[in-house]
């Protein structure tokens, strides 16, 4: 009977190892410590004849624990060089319950974006057969350049990797980062503003609708090699000045799986789409008033203000001043280039790529938004002051948002 017991509870262990796919490709997410996705099969690898029951019982807690905490996604973001190296940053996942200070620095060999990093940086040693990325940035590094983007391409920066099982698409915001084939992957430039980083682990399969948003996107890619039996949508993008949709709709949402079944919905708009990606298209979608946080420091004409038109079903405030609670601090958007929304009386947080500027509206750009309240809240406590919507020529003013 005892024996019975310990069969079944193996037989539900392996059950819960194959509904969740497990944690077995190199390609993925990971954060600081590398953490360990094969941590599930070390377990299985016992006999179950070593259990006792109640110590069995008690590992298939810690099982199904490890599978959750199995890292799928994770947000990152690098604070602004305010009385700081520059290199400091912030770090949540599914199991953070918000923000955690990383003890590495963002330029770390050892920290969570080299740990995500390393099938990439491995295969400038060896082509590994079987893997596949691509580079993207509209201000690539130099080399191999160009200095200079055709505004044709998207305002939009990532990096994909994948092999026959998973793949990664880590959308971020920072200029010239990772550099060329380069193991020291973080840009000197890197350090002074604030960035933004999402990294989400894919099945292999989703990547063919990876392919088709960086279509609508239409991203610069600066360094790539998509092997020919990978998704064609990849290797279309790959080729840059090839790949663009050529009739309307001018965008195109997307519902994404994680490799773990957690929901995320892409946001691509093309630049004959016309319009601003977050009051043109995001705002429609979730059905909320948004805080957007995009880039200061735009050109003098183009920033967009805060919309408040009867055009759009909810609000889009500008974000002006950031604050962070760990550590304490406060910093104007003219420091932060990162890009991202959140809707205040809602779950939806985006990490997105394009500013509210009017030059950005006719050009490509995308988000990826996660419906998650743990997210929402902490991003919408960032939120220290806004631009109101008041009529011109009235002077625009900051209203310090209560929280």
């Known amino acids: 009977?005892?024996?019975?017991?310990?069969?079944?509870?193996?037989?539900?262990?392996?059950?819960?190892?194959?509904?969740?796919?497990?944690?077995?490709?190199?390609?993925?997410?990971?954060?600081?410590?590398?953490?360990?996705?094969?941590?599930?099969?070390?377990?299985?690898n016992y006999s179950y004849d070593i259990f006792s029951p109640g110590q069995l019982s008690v590992s298939a807690e810690y099982v199904i624990e490890?599978?959750?905490?199995?890292?799928?996604?994770?947000?990152?973001?690098k604070l602004p060089k305010v009385k700081s190296n520059g290199l400091c940053y912030l770090?949540?996942?599914?199991?953070?319950?918000?923000?955690?200070?990383?003890k590495k620095q963002i330029s770390?060999?050892?920290?969570?974006?080299?740990?995500?990093?390393?099938?990439?940086?491995?295969?400038?040693?060896?082509?590994?057969?079987?893997?596949?990325?691509?580079?993207?940035?509209?201000?690539?590094?130099d080399p191999p350049g160009p200095k200079?983007?055709?505004?044709?391409?998207?305002?939009?920066?990532?990096?994909?990797?994948?092999?026959?099982?998973?793949?990664?698409?880590?959308?971020?915001?920072?200029?010239?980062?990772?550099?060329?084939?380069?193991?020291?992957f973080w840009p000197d430039s890197g350090s002074v503003n604030g960035q933004t980083f999402m990294c989400v682990t894919y099945s292999y399969n989703t990547f063919k609708d990876i392919g088709l948003q960086l279509k609508y996107i239409h991203p610069y890619p600066y360094d790539s090699d998509i092997p020919t039996t990978f998704p064609n949508e990849l290797r279309c993008v790959e080729q840059r000045n090839q790949?663009?949709?050529?009739?309307?709709?001018?965008?195109?949402?997307?519902?994404?799986?994680?490799?773990?079944?957690?929901?995320?919905?892409?946001?691509?708009?093309?630049?004959?789409?016309g319009d601003d990606l977050y009051s043109g298209l995001i705002v429609n979608s979730l059905k909320n008033n948004l805080y957007v946080k995009s880039w200061g420091k735009m050109r003098t004409a183009g920033p967009l203000p805060s919309n408040c038109s009867s055009s759009i079903p909810h609000i889009v405030y500008n974000v002006e001043t950031i604050k962070i609670p760990k550590p304490k601090k406060s910093f104007n958007n003219t420091l932060d280039h990162s890009?991202?929304?959140?809707?205040?009386?809602g779950d939806w947080t985006c990490i997105a790529d394009t500013n509210r500027e009017q030059s950005q509206m006719k050009r490509g750009g995308g988000a990826i938004c996660i419906e998650k309240r743990t997210a929402a809240n902490t991003f919408s406590s960032?939120?220290?002051?806004?631009?109101?919507?008041?009529?011109?020529?009235?002077?625009?003013?900051?209203?310090?948002?209560?929280?």
């Open 1 to 44: 009977m005892t024996m019975a017991r310990y069969r079944t509870m193996l037989e539900l262990l392996l059950g819960v190892g194959i509904l969740f796919k497990g944690c077995d490709s190199d390609v993925k997410c990971r954060n600081d410590d590398g953490n360990e996705v094969d941590w599930l099969v070390e377990i299985l």
């Open 66 to 77: 490890y599978i959750y905490l199995c890292i799928v996604r994770y947000i990152l973001y």
């Open 91 to 102: 770090y949540m996942d599914e199991s953070t319950n918000g923000w955690q200070v990383s």
């Open 108 to 141: 770390s060999t050892s920290g969570a974006l080299a740990n995500t990093l390393k099938p990439l940086l491995d295969f400038y040693d060896r082509k590994t057969e079987g893997f596949g990325y691509m580079l993207y940035n509209d201000q690539p590094p």
């Open 148 to 184: 200079s983007v055709s505004a044709s391409y998207g305002h939009s920066k990532g990096v994909v990797m994948l092999d026959r099982r998973t793949g990664v698409w880590l959308s971020h915001s920072t200029p010239r980062f990772p550099k060329y084939r380069n193991k020291n």
């Open 243 to 273: 790949c663009f949709p050529k009739k309307e709709p001018w965008f195109r949402v997307q519902a994404l799986t994680s490799w773990n079944g957690r929901k995320f919905t892409s946001f691509a708009k093309y630049t004959r789409f």
């Open 339 to 345: 890009k991202w929304c959140v809707t205040p009386d």
């Open 382 to 403: 960032m939120v220290d002051s806004y631009e109101q919507c008041e009529p011109a020529p009235r002077r625009l003013r900051a209203q310090t948002r209560e929280l």
